[in-house]
């Protein structure tokens, strides 16, 4: 099954359930929001897909766009005097892109399929919760080295198995890349292992140089789009 969505294109991988803030003054971006605020794209939800390289997408240039990518759901958007947009959004479906249209509407437009999780057999729906709790407590060492203190607070215990590695990956810095493989592996296990790996890399490298970074929800907005 297939179905349209508007773009927005961003060097930043979204996670089905993280927030994120945009901070919007491109025109045809500010457009879309309009669109979204006024009900003219159904259901205030837009396409995040990730740029490969750089920050935007030029014209005749969408090859640069990551084949998978995660629907954003609009939660508030604030007009500010000039015309520019605050936004808050969250993510929710990812979907598989398959076409895109740079010429029915002011942005992007893409074809899109939705990307579900693959069945589990019983063996490995068996194992989840021992790979949940490794993840866990890879997330905790992350946060110990990361923030020392109250930062990075764990999901909740009843987080659904096949939620559990975004909302553990979801206020750390990870890579680009190593976010993208968390947001297109349709296996709740391998996404659990894979996410137990790359926060005990990131937590050594944190020990190692003795850097705390900052969690992604004191960031602020990204960079503006003019």
């Given at each position: 099954m297939?179905?349209?969505?508007?773009?927005?294109?961003?060097g930043t991988?979204?996670?089905?359930?993280?927030?994120l803030p945009?901070?919007?003054?491109?025109?045809r971006y500010?457009?879309?929001?309009?669109d979204?605020?006024?009900g003219?794209?159904?259901?205030?939800?837009?396409?995040v897909v990730?740029?490969?390289?750089?920050?935007e997408?030029?014209?005749?240039?969408?090859?640069?766009?990551?084949?998978?990518?995660?629907?954003a759901?609009?939660?508030?958007?604030r007009?500010?005097p000039d015309?520019?947009y605050?936004?808050t959004?969250?993510?929710?479906?990812r979907f598989?892109?398959l076409e895109?249209d740079?010429?029915?509407?002011?942005?992007?437009?893409?074809?899109?399929?939705?990307?579900p999780?693959?069945?589990?057999?019983?063996?490995?729906?068996?194992?989840?919760?021992?790979?949940a709790?490794?993840?866990?407590?890879?997330?905790g060492?992350?946060r110990?080295?990361?923030y020392?203190?109250?930062?990075g607070?764990?999901?909740?215990?009843?987080?659904a198995?096949?939620?559990?590695?975004?909302?553990?990956?979801?206020?750390?810095?990870?890579?680009?890349?190593d976010?993208?493989r968390l947001?297109?592996?349709?296996s709740p296990a391998?996404?659990l292992r894979?996410?137990?790996?790359?926060?005990?890399?990131?937590?050594?490298?944190?020990?190692?140089?003795?850097?705390?970074?900052?969690?992604?929800?004191?960031?602020?907005?990204?960079?503006?789009?003019?």
């Amino acid at each position: 099954m297939t179905t349209t969505l508007p773009l927005f294109p961003l060097g930043t991988v979204l996670l089905p359930g993280a927030s994120l803030p945009l901070h919007v003054f491109e025109p045809r971006y500010r457009q879309l929001t309009v669109d979204l605020v006024t009900g003219a794209v159904p259901e205030r939800t837009f396409g995040v897909v990730s740029i490969k390289q750089g920050w935007e997408v030029g014209e005749e240039n969408v090859e640069a766009l990551c084949d998978v990518g995660c629907t954003a759901v609009l939660q508030e958007a604030r007009r500010l005097p000039d015309g520019r947009y605050d936004l808050t959004t969250k993510g929710s479906r990812r979907f598989r892109l398959l076409e895109v249209d740079e010429d029915s509407a002011p942005y992007l437009v893409g074809s899109v399929e939705w990307l579900p999780d693959t069945a589990a057999p019983p063996e490995i729906e068996a194992v989840l919760p021992l790979l949940a709790d490794s993840a866990r407590a890879a997330h905790g060492r992350y946060r110990e080295a990361a923030y020392r203190s109250e930062g990075g607070r764990p999901p909740a215990e009843d987080t659904a198995f096949a939620d559990l590695a975004y909302a553990l990956a979801g206020d750390c810095l990870l890579t680009l890349e190593d976010r993208q493989r968390l947001l297109e592996e349709t296996s709740p296990a391998r996404r659990l292992r894979l996410v137990r790996k790359v926060l005990h890399r990131e937590a050594g490298i944190v020990d190692a140089l003795s850097a705390v970074p900052a969690p992604l929800s004191e960031l602020g907005h990204l960079p503006h789009r003019n």
